[in-house]
């Protein structure tokens, strides 16, 4: 099973390139956010979908755009990177039904970004 | 204000010890609580949730809710090598639905040495 899957594992960027970050997940999975972890920081929330064609914010939405043209895919892109969007992206899914406990999410195993 | 502290640590102990980890929070909202274990260069994977005050046990793993001193820890019995790692806690008012609503401990770092 491959769960969710991120692409590129590793990017460095210049400040005011734009690139987007893939994730996708073969589990049939209606909810999937995308989380940002900096030390020191935890994670946090960026933005979110519940489903194909809808999608809302997180704590920490500016200078991000997500779109959800597909339950497999949800894809993140910086508009135009700043240093400060240095950091480790995950993407995670898990299932409308059943509560945290019994559908937890799976998280994918990351996107190393930096931003010179 | 949704808020959790978490000693990122790191935490270093022998092999066979009793690990003690341990999350506080200011959010009396908070209802379910969850510890993550991360791997190096992995993602999060839930290790254990509960609901509410109480304990659950799982193996080696047991996690204690204190909802009256918002406190809530995660034991490890004849820790492993195998269970250094980061440990999040993590929390919600929901059950599930929308974004979740998860916030996220930082992360203790736990070094198990054989």
């Known amino acids: 099973n491959a769960g969710v899957t991120q692409t590129p594992k590793f990017q460095v960027l210049k400040t005011g390139q734009s690139m987007t970050l893939q994730c996708a997940q073969d589990m049939n999975h209606e909810y999937m956010s995308w989380y940002r972890q900096d030390p020191g920081m935890g994670l946090r929330l960026i933005h979110y979908?519940?489903?194909?064609?809808?999608?809302d914010q997180g704590e920490v939405p500016n200078g991000y755009n997500v779109s959800r043209s597909t339950t497999e895919d949800f894809p993140l892109r910086l508009l135009s990177a700043a240093p400060s969007q240095t950091s480790v992206y995950f993407c995670a899914s898990r299932p409308r039904q059943g509560g945290l406990g019994n559908q937890p999410q799976h998280f994918g195993d990351g996107t190393r970004l930096s931003i010179l | 204000q949704k808020e959790v502290e978490q000693d990122p640590g790191p935490l270093s102990v022998p092999e066979g010890a009793i690990v003690s980890l341990n999350c506080t929070y200011s959010n009396s909202a908070f209802q379910y609580f969850m510890w993550y274990r991360q791997y190096s260069r992995k993602g999060p994977e839930l290790l254990m949730y509960?609901?509410?005050?109480g304990n659950k046990e799982d193996g080696r793993f047991t996690a204690q809710v204190d909802k009256s001193s918002k406190y809530i820890s995660l034991f490890i019995r004849d820790s492993q090598p195998s269970d250094s790692a980061t440990y999040l806690c993590?929390?919600?008012?929901?059950?599930?639905?929308?974004?979740?609503?998860?916030?996220f401990g930082k992360g203790t770092h736990l070094i198990i040495q054989p």
């Open positions: 993590a929390m919600s008012e929901y059950s599930g639905g929308g974004a979740d609503g998860l916030t």
């Open positions: 509960t609901y509410s005050s």
């Open positions: 979908s519940v489903g194909a064609g809808i999608t």
